[in-house]
C-alpha cells in the first residue's frame, strides 16, 4: 500500500448558526484551502462528504455532487457521501484512505457537514432518534443520552467513579473549548457549573452532554507524492481501525461500561501504525457524553481499566498529563454537529502535529489519534504521525 | 403560517407492511412473543425473519413470559424527542433469559429498582394511516 498523509485541513464556526447546509459546506471548504496555498479545487481529483441527515434537516440529498459543485471540485476519481451517524466525517476519511492507498486516487478532500438546529429544539433531538433502531428503540423515544447514562452507572457501581469525575471531563472540556475559537462553548466552566447543571438522564447532567450543533470542517489527503510536492509537513495517516460489538442496545455486551469494539479498533490501528497506547501525545476522543471520553481512556489503553476516574482527577489527560485529550474542546465544548466532527478532529491533529495549534499546542506532539463512537457499540480510530513511519 | 412538520415515529405494524406483524396482533391481545427459527431452533429477541446462525427466513412465533425484571435502567428528565414526555424510565428487562429494551410506565420513577420484577403493558400508540391500533411492548411494575 502507497503511504497517504494529510496536506490541508480547516474548521469553520460551530455552533447554532444562522447559516444554511451550503453556506456551512462554503465555510469548511474555504478554511481547508486557506490552509495549503497553491493548491486550489480544480486540483482535487474528489471529495468524499460525511453527513448524517441533510434528508431531514436541509431536505436533501445528493450530498457529495452538491459539495462538489459548491466548492468547484471536479471528481474524477472519487465522489460519495458517507452515512456512519457519529462516525461518519472519519468513515469519510478511511473512504479516502483507502482509495488512495490502493493508487485509484491521489488528491481528495473529505468534507463533514451537518446542519442539526431546528426551529424547535425537540425537533432536533427528534431527529437524533434517527441513529437508534426506529421499531425496537426510537419508537419509545429513546435517543444517546439514557444509553450512555446505563455505561455511566455501570462505570460508577462496578468501579467506582464518582459524579465529581464524570464532571471534571465536562470541565477539562469546556476550558479546552474556550481557546479554540471555533468551538460551541468559549466560556469555560467550573465544577460546581458541571455538578449543578440540569440532570438530562441520571447520572449525567447537561455539562457532561454533547450539544445540537451546526457546523463544518475539511481535509485534503494526498499520496505520498503529492504531499511532498504540496508541503513540508504533511501528517500522515498511520493507521485506522474499525470494529462493531452490535447496533441495538440489547446486542451489547451486559456490562455497558465495557467497549470490546474499541479495544479491537484500537489494537488494529496500533499494531498498523507499530505503536503503542503509551507513545500517543495528543487524542481526539468521542466525548459525546462525559462517561464516553473517561471509557475510552480505558479501552484506547491508556490507563488500566476502571482508573479512568482517577486518570482524569490527577489531571493525566490535560496538558502536562500523559495525553492530551481533546484539547479542541472534545464534542462537549465544540458541539457534535455528527458528520463533521470526525473531520474536525483530524484537523485538530493536523495543526497539533504541524505545531500550528498556538494557544492549544500540546508541545513536541508527534503521534496524535482520533478516535469515534456510533453508539455505544460501533469504533473507529485512526492514528496521525508527524514522520511518515 | 405556523411552523410544523410531522414525521410518524411508530412502526407501520400490520400485515399489510410488516412480516413481523404478528408480533404486534399478540402484543394487541397482551401477549409477548418472538419468533423461533424453524431451520435452527434458536429463539430471537426482537423478534426477526432471518435468521443470522443459518440463514434461514423461515420461523414460529412463540409466547413469552409476559412479566420480568429489570436488568438496568435509566430516567430521563429532559431532552426528549417531541411527542415523548418525561420523565421517562427506559429500562432493560430481562424476560426468559432475553434482554428486551422498553420504557416502564405508571410507576413511581423514584420508586423503579434493578430486580424489580415488571409485567408487560401492551402501550397503544398513535393508529397508523389507514386507522388500525398500534401496540408497543411497556412493562409496569408488579
Known sequence: MRKVALV???VGKFGV???????????AGKACFDSAPGLRPKDLEGLVVGSVMPERTAFQSHISSLAAEALGIRPSALSARTEHMCASGTVGIRYAYAFIAAGLADLVMVLGVEKLTQPTSEEAI?????????????????TAPPCFALAAQRHMTRYGTTEEQLGLVGVKNHNHAAKNPNAHFNKGATLDQVLCSRMISSPLRLFMCSPITDGAAAVIVASEERARDLTDTPVWIRGTGQALDGFQLTSLPEDYAHWPALQRA????YRMAGITAG????????DCFAIAELIAYEELGFCPKGEAGTFVAAGRSDYGGDVV???????????????ATGVAQAAEIFVQLRDEAGARQ?????????????????????IYGRQAS | MTYFRAVDPFPLESADHNKLHEFYARLGQGRLSTTRCAGCGRTAWPPRAFCAECCSDRFDWVDLPSAGTVHAFTVQATGLPVGFDGPRVFAIVEVDGHRVFSIIVDGDPSQIAIGQRVSLKPLRVGDDPQGHPRWLPAFTPV
Open chain 1, 126 to 142: 427528534f431527529n437524533m432518534g434517527t441513529g437508534v433502531d426506529r421499531e425496537w428503540e426510537a419508537a419509545f423515544g429513546l
Open chain 1, 362 to 382: 500540546v508541545p513536541e506532539a508527534s503521534i496524535g489519534l482520533t478516535h469515534n463512537n456510533s453508539g455505544m457499540g460501533e469504533h473507529v480510530v485512526m
Open chain 1, 8 to 10: 490541508a485541513a480547516g
Open chain 1, 325 to 339: 485529550v481533546n484539547p479542541r474542546g472534545g464534542l462537549i465544548g465544540c458541539g457534535h454537529p455528527l458528520g
Open chain 1, 17 to 27: 448558526r444562522q447559516a444554511t447546509y451550503r453556506d456551512l459546506i462554503w465555510e
Open chain 1, 266 to 269: 484500537a489494537e488494529c490501528a
Open chain 1, 279 to 286: 507513545d500517543v501525545d495528543v487524542a481526539e476522543v468521542h
